[in-house]
């Protein structure tokens, strides 16, 4: 089970989770979120993460020359696309050296037929809650709506996982859960982890 941990902002901070070794860490590049990096300046600190924890540029419909840009200067081992893009935005950012992870809001009513046109250009599908915002509304959907995923793509788990979701999370039969993706309720204030929490989330799953 890997671990992302999305919305980081802060250089201390970004230390403390480093040190517990998640499997992926995101940056928001969405100016309407209180994550946002996109005018701080963290290239250095994200370019030079241990070669264990894979960067990730996350992305809310922005245009795609701003998005081509970042990764160039990030050098970012994955990009996740949080908003609309269409496929052939997926497809413009192919790449060997970049993996694409497209997210996309459920809830009771999502059809899972949407996924068929972005099965070949993504790597990993991301299922987070729909909600007023694009991401980090810190609610879970109901994931019982995962039954009617029969896709072969990997995919991460998001919305609202707290610390009393491990055993929900462990009892989920899905072949192709890939991950989870922890944010809002691991926080101390937007962009700020509480690394003794996600300690023991991660320890406990």
């Known amino acids: 089970m890997k671990v992302k941990v999305c919305g980081m902002k802060y250089w201390e901070n970004i230390q403390e989770v480093i040190a517990l070794s998640p499997d992926y860490m995101g940056f928001i590049f969405h100016k309407e979120s209180p994550r946002d990096i996109s005018v701080l300046n963290l290239r250095y600190v994200v370019k030079n993460l241990p070669e264990t924890i894979k960067s990730v540029g996350v992305f809310v419909d922005s245009p795609l020359d701003f998005t081509k840009k970042m990764i160039e200067e990030y050098e970012f081992n994955l990009v996740q696309l949080h908003g609309n893009e269409p496929p052939e935005y997926c497809r413009n ?17 999502f059809d899972f ?17 729909k909600g007023k915002s694009k991401g980090g509304n810190g609610q879970m959907f109901n994931w019982d709506v995962l039954d009617k995923y029969t896709g072969e793509k990997p995919f991460f788990l998001s919305g609202g996982i ?6 929900k999370i462990k009892k989920m039969s899905n072949p192709n859960l890939f991950g989870v993706d922890v944010n ?11 690394s003794a929490k996600l300690k023991s989330f991660m320890l406990e799953l």
Not at 93 to 109: H, M, R, T, V, Y
Not at 162 to 167: G, K, M, P, Q, Y
Not at 184 to 194: A, H, M, R
Request: negative net charge; glycine residues 2%; aromatic residues 12%.
């Open 93 to 109: 950012l192919l790449s060997s050296e970049l993996n694409i992870i497209k997210a996309f809001q459920l809830d009771d009513d």
């Open 113 to 129: 037929n949407v996924l068929e046109e972005y099965k070949s250009v993504c790597d990993y599908y991301l299922f987070d809650t």
């Open 184 to 194: 809002s309720k691991f926080e101390i204030e937007p962009g700020l982890k509480d």
């Open 162 to 167: 707290d610390e009393n979701a491990v055993d």
